[in-house]
């Protein structure tokens, strides 16, 4: 990892979108229950982080601004399949 590619905590990465630390967890608890479930992770699902560091999770920040930039928009979300 080089400083151009940082890892990003749960409160950096709410903060890059917008929305509470608390809220990043609840996305990431859906992923993790999407995948135990056996269904496929969709766009619009926080992807796994890359780093664990005890029970805190860490994104490389190329993984969130990839995410960001795939993911649906504000709005009405797409129905879960």
């Known amino acids: ?3 151009g590619n940082p890892l990003l905590d749960t409160e950096a ?3 890059k979108i917008g ?3 608390e809220t990043v ?4 608890k ?4 999407r995948i ?3 269904l496929t992770v969709r766009p619009q699902d926080l992807p796994l982080p890359d780093e664990q560091f005890n029970r805190s999770p860490a994104w490389l920040q190329s993984t969130i601004d990839a995410w960001i930039a795939n993911r649906p928009g504000r709005g009405r979300r797409p129905s879960s399949s």
């Not at 859906?30 to 229950?33: A, E, G, P, V």
């Open 25 to 28: 967890r609840m996305y990431l």
């Open 30 to 33: 859906r992923t993790r229950k």
């Open 19 to 21: 929305v509470t630390s």
């Open 1 to 3: 990892m080089s400083d």
């Open 36 to 38: 135990a479930d056996g």
């Open 13 to 15: 990465v709410a903060a």
